[in-house]
Each structure stands twice: as structure tokens, then as C-alpha cells.
């Protein structure tokens, strides 16, 4: 089984950029599609974006999409997001996660789990 884990989380301004890794050990990691998803307190997890095993294919939450891209890098067994433009809005936890098919939005089918990394967009 892969494991995810978070990193490139911080605070940034409105309009500034960040760029989120995700590092995956165990498992294969090119048999896995991954997804970006966020949390803020008291609401649900909500899908951000997704990337196919090959990077063909990907898919954005409307609130980002122009704005953030989803990449990965098989080679080194990593899924990238790219910020920017950032918003008051984007500020959430950011959480990567692995599914063993297809990439779909909602969370509940994705099997994996990274521990969030916080990104705060101050206005």
C-alpha cells in the first residue's frame, strides 16, 4: 500500500503562489491515481483536484481550476499542486490521497491518506 505525506504548506498573501508535494512510499505508485482535497473547520472534505496513474488525465474543483494545477512525477513517486492566485478562500488543510483506480472527486473513494499540510492565504 502507498502512503502518502503532505509538504510545501505555509502562509502566503492574496495573489501569491505555493506549490504543494506529495511523496508516496510503499506500494506502486504509478498504479495509483491521486487527488488534492481540503478541509476547513466544521466542513467536509472537498475534492480540489485529481490526476490519472499516467497523468493524462485531470480534473479541477471549479473554485480552482485557472488557478492550481495537478501534476505528478512517477519517476520520483510524487503528485504536485501548483497555487496561484491564491484567495482568502483557499486557506484549508490540504490532504493527499491515493486510490488503487480511476480518479474520481469524491473523497470516500480514495483509499490512502496523507496527514494535511495548512495553507493560509491572508487578504
Known amino acids: 500500500q502507498v502512503q502518502p505525506v503532505e509538504s510545501g504548506g505555509g502562509l502566503v498573501q492574496a495573489g501569491g503562489s505555493l506549490r504543494l508535494s506529495c511523496a508516496a512510499s510503499?506500494?506502486?505508485?504509478?498504479?495509483?491515481?491521486m487527488g488534492w482535497f481540503r478541509q476547513t473547520p466544521g466542513k467536509e472534505r472537498e475534492f480540489v483536484a485529481t490526476i490519472s496513474w499516467g497523468g493524462g488525465i485531470t480534473d479541477y474543483a471549479d473554485s480552482v481550476k485557472g488557478r492550481f494545477t495537478i501534476s505528478r512525477d512517477n519517476a520520483n513517486n510524487t503528485v504536485y499542486l501548483q497555487m496561484n492566485s491564491l484567495k482568502p478562500e483557499d486557506t484549508a488543510v490540504y490532504y493527499c490521497?491515493?486510490?488503487?483506480?480511476?480518479?474520481?472527486?469524491?473523497?470516500?473513494?480514495?483509499?490512502?491518506w496523507g496527514q494535511g499540510t495548512q495553507v493560509t492565504v491572508s487578504s
Open positions: 510503499g506500494g506502486t505508485f504509478r498504479s495509483y491515481a
Open positions: 490521497a491515493a486510490r488503487a483506480a480511476s480518479s474520481r472527486r469524491s473523497p470516500t473513494l480514495y483509499d490512502y
